[in-house]
């Protein structure tokens, strides 16, 4: 558990400085007359520390909630900070802090960093839907990825420009009827700047899924999931767990079959969403280790005309239901 501590100096006549320590234990970020210090106080010293559970968007928590696997807190059910909700409770007596962050990056990682700066949170579990890269994994299925990249930041080539040391999309490699050249030349994939405590800035691609937490979820690999949808409508094979794959996140709702292609062949993606790494590079920055599960609802374009749509539900269910059992798992050991 990370001990934050908030200092206030005074000055003392001549030249000495005193320096009284105030211990405001876990709410470091609020300030001294928030009107919710004392509620978030109550609610890190009652039950903290907690695992923090992240989900993007309504149909994801609309699982959540309607399985009624989440018991709110009794006398503070939930704390509105930054238009979000942060709603205490309890998964399989395990203490856990849901939110719901909003999609996207910017969202995704704003919500993290309340989450992490207010409330005593030992590590993030972070499930939703994802679009498959992968043309082994179908509908359904969830992947826990050991690692994630941010695949959105490109630097754009000019026409005739060499080509870089870095990963590059050329767009006239997908001209039709035949490959060519093409105006707008390519783009070039850049790197992430990483910033963490007590380090340098790093450029990094690829961020790796704390080790401890990865190693823990390897016990889910044989998980069952959901096969039907309703009463009628049952998926042709039944979904299965994938452990240790690549998953991108960009601003970018990926439903394009030449794109997701290249995102396989360049970086070996399985799954494409918009969120999961900025949700562990967030809380890789405090030092706070998070897991990844996300359940296919959508081939990212690689679907024939066959809509996808009805199936996220079930991709949001399994997902959560691996989460709900990944949180019993580490709840009691760390
Ligand atoms: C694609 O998914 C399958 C699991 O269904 C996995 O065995 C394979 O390694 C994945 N491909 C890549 C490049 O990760
Ligand atoms: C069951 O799901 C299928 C596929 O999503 C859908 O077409 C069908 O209308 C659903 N049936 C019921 C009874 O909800």
């Known amino acids: 558990m990370v001990l934050k501590l908030c200092w206030m100096d005074l000055k003392v006549p001549l030249m000495s400085l005193l320096i009284i320590l105030l211990d405001c234990s876990s709410t470091a970020t609020l300030k001294l007359n928030h009107p919710l210090r004392e509620v978030i106080d109550r609610v890190n010293e009652k039950s903290g520390p907690y695992i923090g559970l992240v989900m993007a968007y309504s149909a994801e928590e609309h699982e959540l909630q309607s399985s009624g696997i989440f018991i709110p807190n009794s006398i503070s059910p939930w704390v509105d900070l ?22 996207r990056r910017l969202n995704a990682g704003i919500t993290v960093q309340i ?7 030992r590590g993030i579990v972070h499930y939703g839907t994802a679009g498959s890269a992968n043309d082994s994994l179908s509908f359904g299925d969830v992947s826990i ?17 060499e080509k870089s040391q870095l990963e590059e999309l050329n767009f006239g490699e997908y001209d039709l009827p035949q490959k060519g050249q093409n105006l707008l030349r390519g783009l070039e994939f850049k790197t992430e700047e990483f910033y963490s405590v007590g380090e340098p800035m790093k450029q990094v691609f690829w961020l790796e899924i704390d080790p401890l937490w990865f190693s823990v979820a390897a016990q889910l690999r044989d998980f069952k999931l959901q096969q039907c949808v309703n009463v009628t ?9 994938v452990y240790g794959l ?11 079959a030449a794109y997701r292609k290249f995102l396989y062949k360049k970086f070996h993606v399985s799954t494409v969403d918009e969120e999961s790494a900025a949700v562990v590079m967030t809380a890789m920055s405090s030092n706070v280790p998070c897991i990844v ?3 296919v609802s959508d081939l990212a374009g690689g679907e024939e005309g066959k ?18 059992e990944y949180i019993k798992l580490v709840g009691p050991h760390f």
């Open 246 to 256: 690549k998953g991108s996140t960009a601003d970018i709702f990926v439903d394009n």
């Open 307 to 324: 809509s996808s749509t009805s199936l996220s539900s079930l991709a949001a269910k399994n997902a959560l239901n691996v989460a709900v």
């Open 293 to 295: 599960i996300r359940g």
């Open 115 to 121: 989450l992490l700066d207010v409330f005593d949170i």
């Open 145 to 161: 990825p050991k690692y994630v990249a941010f695949t959105g930041s490109w630097n754009w080539k000019k026409f005739n420009s």
């Open 82 to 103: 930054s238009g979000r909700r942060f709603n205490i409770g309890s998964i399989r007596e395990v203490n856990v802090i849901y939110v719901m962050s909003g999609q």
């Open 233 to 241: 409508y049952c998926l042709p094979e039944t979904p299965k767990v």
